[in-house]
């Protein structure tokens, strides 16, 4: 098939969909109140709560819920076929990803920006806050981890990035400065802060930077303990000093890169190489149900739900705009995705350079790379295949091989950077709100709960050792059970959301059904994972399974009691009386 002619038809069903399922959930469902006071005006701070321009917070919103996630997935999961991975992005986004994503934000907006997991005390109870608390913390724990490893790993595989991504800190600083101190025009100023990046990519192909090793230490290893550290500064920061404007510079960075491959589709229209459809991979785990768990952030997240009800609920100054923040980011995501599955799926066909020099072109290309789910799985396959394939679309209308390698480098960490910067800025809310509720104020503050976050993903990144075959062992080896407990915590997300429009007396059909099939789908991988974790004797990821596991499924019967008791229990003549 032509990519072009699929990812027009993609494109354009996103627009429909926004325009009518995202409106029509707005309206009817969620009732948007235009007139409402969000909490960013009712408890700003100055650092945290802080009313926010929509296509700042967009900006923002995006880029913490993109990351690697969206490209990552669907650059494994084409292994089964173009059309299976698809057809997930496709309905799974407007179905199940952006309500989720929209659900908890307005629930957030509702109950004084509140994290997720925090709002589910006040909906269901006590018990469940803390159960939900804890799988948010296992989750974030390994986002932390895995994430500082992740940027380490591309730094020295793309050298090239590393002058664009570490002068984007202070072209960030300087532009938050500018915005909230001298008020200037956001839209000038940002534009001219992507200009200056641009440059700083260009200089970046030309001028590549390769960590050397210090005292004995692999320069991987280096590059992670430099992000812990970076991640626990820019994560105590108030979020206009470097959270939001970076992300903002990123946001643009963003759309530069999505018409360079729009562009690139439009001009190459390369054909798919990759199969149609293929159920049975050497290797590879059953498509039922892991599809629906290596295609997380394109599709659905749970870690979208901490973004939504985390950050942006404490920034978003009007009701009015959780529909493009929530249900539309979510829609761009799987616009991304959708063209990474070009990416992977036909773009690679243009041309594959191997170790030994020679150039595989066609569905040679693929089969190569793809040869079975072994080959496929490596973080460093799946990077290049995107990267790869990217780069031969944008060179068939002029940009040179290397400054297409470098801008997809760049892409790559910055977006990682972000979702580690969100997820240690989150989790250090989510240890505060734990040491809250067991009456420990003094290590609920942001340094305190900052440094427990940081520490124990240092201690997890590391658990194996200081040596790369450690470090790899150590928290590469959790990817797979992110995968799997994100998606489980979609599921939760959904479930609190659904507990919240139920207590309103509003049709909750809309969240629950996509609860109950991700619980479904995830539950079912979970199972199969702790499985072969305890065939291979890995008893760490067994043992966070299981725990996370036994978590839900007490979380889900406390909410299905209060669910049956708001339906037609005492409680439901309690909230009946209430309304």
């Not at 469902?29 to 007139?35: C, K, P, S």
């Not at 799988?135 to 895995?146: K, N, P, R």
């Not at 801008?407 to 960490?413: H, N, S, T, Y």
């Not at 429009?501 to 479904?520: D, E, H």
């Amino acid at each position: 098939m032509n990519s072009l002619l699929l990812a027009v038809v993609c494109f354009v069903g996103y627009i429909v969909a926004y325009n009518t399922y995202g409106k029509f959930l707005a309206r009817k469902i969620f009732q948007v109140d235009v007139n409402a006071v969000c909490p960013s005006t009712a408890l700003q701070d100055g650092k945290d709560f802080v009313p926010t321009p929509r296509e700042v917070l967009f900006g923002h919103h995006f880029t913490s819920i993109a990351g690697l996630g969206p490209i990552v997935g669907p650059a494994i999961a084409i292994i089964w076929g173009w059309v299976p991975a698809i057809i997930w992005v496709f309905f799974g986004s407007i179905f199940m990803g952006a309500v989720h994503d929209f659900g908890s934000l307005v629930a957030s907006l509702r109950n004084q920006g509140r994290s997720v997991g925090d709002m589910a005390s006040g909906l269901i109870n006590n018990r469940v806050r803390t159960l939900f608390l804890l799988i948010i913390f296992f989750e974030l724990w390994i986002v932390i981890a895995v994430f500082a490893l992740i940027i380490g790993i591309l730094f020295n595989m793309y050298p090239a990035a590393v002058i664009p991504v570490w002068l984007e800190v202070p072209i960030a600083v300087f532009l938050g400065y500018m915005i909230y101190k001298k008020r200037v025009n956001h839209h000038f100023w940002g534009i001219m802060a992507v200009i200056v990046m641009y440059i700083t990519v260009i200089i970046g192909a030309y001028v590549p930077l390769k960590m050397p090793s210090i005292m004995g230490l692999n320069p991987i290893v280096i590059w992670v303990l430099i992000m812990f550290i970076y991640s626990y500064i820019a994560s105590t920061l108030p979020v206009t000093t470097l959270l939001q404007p970076r992300d903002y510079i990123n946001a643009h960075q963003l759309y530069v890169a999505l018409a360079l491959l729009v562009i690139g589709v439009i001009v190459s229209r390369p054909e798919f190489v990759a199969p149609t459809y293929n159920p049975a991979p050497e290797g590879a785990p059953p498509l039922w149900p892991f599809l629906f768990v290596v295609i997380a952030c394109g599709a659905i997240s749970g870690f979208h739900s901490l973004v939504s009800s985390g950050t942006s609920a404490k920034q978003c100054e009007s009701e009015r705009d959780s529909l493009f923040i929530g249900y539309g980011s979510m829609l761009l995501e799987a616009g991304l995705s959708t063209l990474v599955i070009v990416a992977v799926g036909a773009g690679i066909g243009m041309g594959i350079a191997e170790k030994g020099g020679e150039i595989l072109t066609g569905t040679t290309a693929f089969t190569t790379h793809y040869a079975s789910w072994a080959t496929a799985a490596g973080l460093g396959a799946k990077l290049k295949a995107f990267v790869v394939g990217s780069a031969n679309m944008m060179e068939s209308y002029g940009i040179p091989v290397q400054i297409a390698l470098t801008i997809m480098g760049v892409f790559l960490v910055s977006f990682a950077a972000t979702t580690l910067d969100s997820a240690t800025r989150i989790q250090r809310y989510v240890v505060g709100e734990l040491f809250t509720a067991y009456k420990m104020p003094a290590m609920a503050k942001a340094h305190p709960a900052t440094f427990v976050a940081v520490a124990t993903a240092f201690i997890l990144a590391f658990n194996q050792g200081f040596g790369l075959k450690e470090v790899t062992k150590g928290a590469l080896l959790l990817w797979p059970l992110f995968g799997t407990v994100n998606q489980l915590m979609a599921a939760l997300a959904l479930l609190v959301v659904t507990v919240f429009l139920a207590r309103r007396k509003v049709p909750a059909v809309y969240t629950f059904i996509p609860m109950v099939f991700m619980v479904l789908m995830t539950g079912w991988a979970m199972i199969i994972n702790l499985d072969k974790f305890s065939a291979k004797g890995d008893w760490l990821l067994f043992s966070i399974g299981l725990a996370v596991f036994l978590l839900e499924i007490w979380m889900i019967i406390e909410s299905l009691i209060v669910l049956k008791q708001v339906y037609g229990g005492p409680l439901a003549e309690t909230e009946a009386k209430k309304a």
